[in-house]
Every structure is written in structure tokens, then in C-alpha cells.
């Protein structure tokens, strides 16, 4: 069965450093995400993107964080200087239409020092 | 800015008995809603969905319920099983026209199902 993978399963990093979260959605989706858990919290929508770009993003997606689809299989989300608070599971997630449901992979889970 | 609630944080139930766990929402633009379990280390897994044109959907041993007046969904799963335990979320979207659809969760309930 198809499934989206995401790479590393931890990443430990100091305090300003960028990390680069992958993902590797599963092949026919089109429609892209990236949610984040902080420890004891929700899982939180960060963006979506669709068709080489950023359908909608939320408050958390600063200026700091972006993301890419470098090419037919890969979809990153970039950190460029990273903060405690930034320390989180992140998941990737897709889908093969805006109202379908979205399969999520395992999560990065990044920890910031 | 709790959109979607699970004011449960947890349930217990017996082996083969129903497990119902319920959602509220706030957001009455919400017309799509999902529950997904998830196990530690694990990303959350998708289970079962209903849009607001209907007030329920079965999926084998899943059901879930929406009363949309009430703005409360509600899963139940029978028989339960002692591999259902872990943590449900339930989730929503509002679709925007030609775009993609966030989710929103819920902070999760944990089920465990006892032998």
C-alpha cells in the first residue's frame, strides 16, 4: 500500500541552525502539507501547497520556515534558524484532492537545543 | 482557539463492547470531518470520514455520526478490540474553492480497550 515517508524519523540541531525537513508524498497526490505537535499539544496546520505553490499557510508559518518541491518526489520544509519552540514532531501529509482525506506520514520528530 | 474539541481526554473500555468518543465543533463553516487514530511513534493514520450532507457513515467496524444542529460528531466502534487502543483525533475543513483544505484537530482522546 502506498505511503508517504518523511526523513530523518529525529533531527537534533542548535538554536539558530536551518534544518531541512523531507517527505516524500505518496506518487498520484497533488495536494501537500506539512502539521507540527508540540509535545502535549494539537497537531497544528502549518501550509499546504498545490501546484508549486502555497495554497494557504498559518500564523506559525513565518518567514523562517518555507517549503519546496524540488522535483517530482520530494517535498521539503525548510527551518533557516531554528528556536527552542521550534521543537516539534512534524508531519507531512497528502492527498489526491483538496476534500479527500489526507494520509500522513510517520513525522520528523526535530529537537532544538 | 479551539475550533474542534474532544473534551474526553480519555476511555476505557471492555473487549467487544461499543466505544463511542465524541468531537464538538464551533466553526460552522466546517462541512468535512475525519477521525484519524494514531500510535505513539506513528504519524496519525486516517479512519473514517463524513461530509455535512450526511449524518453517517460505516466503515465495518466503524461508524461515525453527525448532527450538524448540535455541531457534534461522534465514532463508535463495535466490537471494540484490544488493537484499537491508541489516540483518536477528530478533525475538520471548510473547503475553499479550488485550493487545498487544512485540517483542524481535536486534542485527541486516548482509548484503550481492555482484554
Known amino acids: 500500500e502506498p505511503e508517504v515517508t518523511q526523513t530523518p524519523s529525529h533531527q537534533v540541531t542548535q538554536m539558530g541552525q536551518e534544518v531541512i525537513l523531507r517527505c516524500v508524498p505518496i506518487s498520484n497526490h497533488l495536494y501537500f502539507y506539512w502539521y507540527r505537535q508540540i509535545l502535549g499539544q494539537k497537531v497544528e496546520f502549518l501550509v499546504s501547497?498545490?501546484?508549486?505553490?502555497?495554497?494557504?499557510k498559518s500564523e506559525i508559518f513565518d518567514d523562517q520556515f518555507s517549503v519546496e518541491r524540488p522535483d517530482g518526489s520530494n517535498f521539503t520544509l525548510k527551518i533557516r534558524s531554528t528556536k527552542l519552540e521550534d521543537s516539534a514532531m512534524y508531519f507531512c501529509?497528502?492527498?489526491?484532492?483538496?476534500?479527500?482525506?489526507?494520509?500522513f506520514g510517520p513525522g520528523t520528530r526535530l529537537t532544538v537545543l | 482557539d479551539q475550533q474542534v474539541k474532544q473534551n474526553s481526554p480519555s476511555l476505557s473500555v471492555q473487549e467487544g463492547r461499543i466505544s463511542i468518543l465524541n468531537c464538538d465543533y464551533t466553526?460552522?463553516?466546517?462541512?468535512?470531518f475525519l477521525w484519524y487514530k494514531k500510535y505513539p511513534a506513528e504519524g496519525p493514520t486516517f479512519l473514517i470520514s463524513?461530509?455535512?450532507?450526511?449524518d453517517k457513515n460505516e466503515d465495518g467496524r466503524f461508524t461515525v455520526f453527525l448532527n450538524k444542529s448540535a455541531k457534534h460528531l461522534s465514532l463508535h466502534i463495535v466490537p471494540s478490540q484490544p488493537g484499537d487502543s491508541a489516540v483518536y483525533f477528530c478533525?475538520?475543513?471548510?473547503?475553499?474553492?479550488?485550493?487545498?483544505?487544512?485540517?483542524?484537530f481535536g486534542k485527541g482522546i486516548t482509548l484503550s480497550v481492555r482484554p
Open positions: 501547497f498545490y501546484n508549486n505553490e502555497i495554497s494557504e
Open positions: 501529509a497528502s492527498s489526491d484532492g483538496p476534500l479527500n482525506e489526507q494520509f
Open positions: 478533525a475538520a475543513s471548510a473547503p475553499l474553492t479550488g485550493a487545498n483544505s487544512k485540517l483542524t
Open positions: 463524513i461530509s455535512s450532507i450526511k
Open positions: 466553526n460552522s463553516m466546517f462541512d468535512y
